[in-house]
């Protein structure tokens, strides 16, 4: 079992940074594939970004690539999202997510098995 926390979620204006974190606990981390996810409200949960156990795979949304960055501390047990360039189409709710298996950095809500409770990112124009 893993217990994901997400944190560093805030307001922000159009063109800001913001960096998300998620600690998780047990001692499997660095073998689960982590992602991240968001959801608007009223739209469904959408892929963000996933990276695979070392750290050197990663995989983007079209809509974040180059301005997103994920990583991973396995030391730490825990994974980031550097969000810069931020725009208002960005506010969301974001989720952190574990999968066990790797799928080729999956970008579907049900290739994961675990889930935090998610922190909101707002970005004001």
């Known amino acids: 079992q893993v217990q994901l926390v997400e944190s560093g979620g805030g307001l922000v204006q159009a063109g800001g940074s913001l960096r998300l974190s998620c600690a998780a606990s047990?001692?499997?981390?660095?073998?689960?594939?982590m992602g991240w996810f968001r959801q608007a409200p009223g739209k469904e949960r959408e892929f963000v970004a996933a990276?695979?156990?070392?750290?050197?795979?990663?995989r983007y949304a079209d809509s974040t690539k180059g301005r997103f960055t994920i990583s991973r501390d396995n030391a730490q047990n825990t994974v980031y999202l550097q969000m810069n360039s931020l725009k208002p189409e960005d506010t969301a709710v974001y989720y952190c997510?574990?999968?066990?298996?790797?799928?080729?950095?999956?970008?579907?809500?049900?290739?994961?098995?675990?889930w935090g409770q998610g922190t909101q990112v707002t970005v004001s124009s």
């Open positions: 990276v695979n156990w070392s750290g050197h795979s990663t």
């Open positions: 997510a574990a999968a066990r298996r790797d799928y080729g950095l999956q970008t579907y809500v049900n290739q994961y098995d675990y």
């Open positions: 047990g001692r499997t981390f660095s073998s689960y594939v």
